[in-house]
């Protein structure tokens, strides 16, 4: 191969991927730069004007959020049958839930190896920072999953685009009558209560639209036409997404910048927490390097790394972001554009995994508890160990998308197996980081988890794919007949055509499909027909 055409080859490589360079190289420019200002001490307005691009970038991506879900989830279940999309939901949560209890179990198991909880480094944090953070143990798993039923099923779905529930404890002043003395005592009291908070309601919005594109698919030629309307409007906003994307540099630069610049000692947060960050971090790439490749190539057996290479400029994008939710549109277009996942999967599994799929969270909430435990001196049996891994899958959950929602899930675990809660105003410090990390695994479970569905789902989708195919040549069959001629040079007959003219007819039309479309009106030619001539031999008797 001659040195021209492989520096062609290398400017190609160069051309297909400038964008992801571009945002790795904003990645690398934000921590440098970031770092380097922290000895000058920016106040809080300069802070701020360095993390106005990123918060511009973050709001365009979250603003395509809401309809892409909706278009993308409708266009998608409307093209599979209603069987198809049961198989499919009850796959995909079915491998979510394994994946989550995957990553508890290996956050137990390195906290229990690495061991970076130690009560010196306790002792330092709470000597030297000041975490002002009021955190309650009132928190608990059932309201998890009572407020993840209550926003699965909304009762106003225009107000699911901007409100969702959640459940808080308010202290409420009462009066109680003292049986002894007679008297009412003023007395406090923790009252539960369901209240809304701002923030789209991702999961009931999601149910909506399945439900709404499941039905609207059975509708059949009498729905196409709102289908249509939706695969357009999902073909746009990826469209206007590929625009934003190349915002992605300078905007993961401004983020990873202010996130930097806004921390308190950094220096003394890193060196006593970083064993911490170490452990988490370790257990994030362990389990998207190996563990996660290799489920991917037993299933599918296909190469996991080019599968992974596909996936990195979201995975940059939702490191930055540290949301999956926002980073949606951008996993979109890689999965369809250059995964090639079916986008009759991804449409599906993508929004569903954005809003239940927490792996990383359930990897850190693990390692978290565990953390605590070690800070204080607490041992664990197995029972506990248990405890916390099938709590923190559960817990994941019932988690919504939102940066450092974790740290609330931890409160939940801390309290199933009786750990001093306030302690997570420790992890407040470098929560910033360490969310950044996790969101990648979530992000990347979501991916994985399309890809083998749509390994699982082969059988269904070839058939589907038959029967489209057969309504279209049965339709195609019938529009060529209805435009064939009625007869043609080559197939006149006029024995045939005196005898037997419906035959002749049938014949014509099946000539005109014969070569795959019906005879233009230029091939038609005029054709006369004789009588048979009268035998001049035989005479008529009168």
């Not at 006593?272 to 489920?295: K, S």
């Not at 569903?352 to 990897?363: E, F, P, S």
């Amino acid at each position: 191969m001659s040195p021209v055409r492989v520096t062609d080859m290398r400017w190609s490589w160069v051309r297909k991927n400038l964008l992801l360079l571009l945002t790795f190289s904003g990645v690398l420019f934000g921590v440098a730069l970031g770092l380097a200002l922290r000895a000058a001490g920016p106040d809080d307005t300069t802070i701020l004007l360095i993390s106005y691009p990123g918060e511009l970038f973050i709001r365009m991506l979250k603003l395509m959020i809401l309809p892409l879900i909706i278009a993308s989830l409708i266009s998608g279940s409307a093209s599979l049958n209603a069987k198809t999309n049961g198989y499919i939901v009850v796959r995909t949560v079915f491998y979510f839930m394994a994946t989550s209890l995957l990553n508890a179990l290996l956050g137990v198991l390195l906290v229990i190896a690495i061991h970076p909880g130690s009560p010196l480094a306790k002792q330092a944090l709470t000597e030297g920072m000041s975490t002002g953070s009021n955190t309650t143990s009132n928190v608990n798993i059932l309201d998890g999953f009572l407020d993840l039923g209550r926003n699965i099923f909304p009762e106003n779905i225009f107000q699911a685009s901007f409100q969702q529930v959640h459940t808080v404890y308010e202290e409420q002043m009462g009066t109680q009558r003292d049986n002894i003395t007679g008297m009412d005592a003023k007395i406090t009291e923790i009252v539960r209560s369901v209240k809304y908070r701002a923030g789209t309601n991702t999961l009931g919005i999601i149910v909506f639209c399945l439900v709404f594109g499941t039905l609207l698919g059975s509708l059949g030629k009498k729905g196409a036409v709102v289908v249509d309307f939706f695969s357009v409007i999902d073909t746009v906003i990826l469209k206007i997404v590929t625009g934003v994307m190349w915002l992605s540099p300078l905007g993961v630069a401004s983020v990873i910048m202010s996130k930097i610049l806004s921390v308190e000692k950094l220096a003394t947060v890193m060196s006593n927490l970083g064993l911490f960050i170490v452990t988490v971090v370790v257990g994030v790439f362990i389990y998207q390097w190996i563990i996660q490749n290799l489920i991917y190539f037993i299933f599918t057996r296909r190469n996991p790394f080019e599968f992974y290479f596909h996936l990195l400029e979201p995975w940059v994008t939702s490191f930055a972001t540290a949301s999956t939710a926002a980073t949606l549109p951008i996993t979109f277009r890689c999965m369809n554009d250059k995964c090639g996942v079916d986008p009759r999967i991804s449409r599906f599994v993508l929004p569903i995994g954005a809003t239940v799929n927490m792996d990383g969270t359930a990897l850190f909430v693990s390692v978290g508890t565990v953390f605590i435990a070690q800070m204080n001196e607490l041992p664990l049996g197995i029972g506990e160990y248990a405890t916390i891994i099938v709590t923190a899958t559960a817990a994941s959950v019932a988690s919504a998308s939102v940066p450092s929602a974790a740290l609330v899930l931890i409160l939940i675990v801390l309290t199933s197996v009786n750990l001093p809660a306030e302690d997570v105003s420790l992890l407040f410090a470098i929560d910033w980081l360490v969310d950044r990390f996790r969101t990648t695994n979530n992000m990347l479970g979501d991916c994985y988890t399309a890809a083998i569905v749509e390994h699982w789902s082969q059988n269904e989708l070839k058939a589907m794919d038959a029967d489209v195919s057969a309504d279209t040549h049965y339709a195609d069959v019938e529009k060529a007949a209805d435009l064939a001629p009625l007869v043609t040079q080559n197939d006149l007959d006029r024995e045939t055509l005196l005898h037997d003219p419906p035959a002749l007819l049938l014949k014509g039309a099946d000539a005109s499909l014969s070569n795959g479309k019906p005879v233009g009106a230029e091939e038609v030619l005029h054709v006369e027909v004789e009588s048979p001539p009268k035998d001049s031999n035989t005479t008529t008797k009168i």
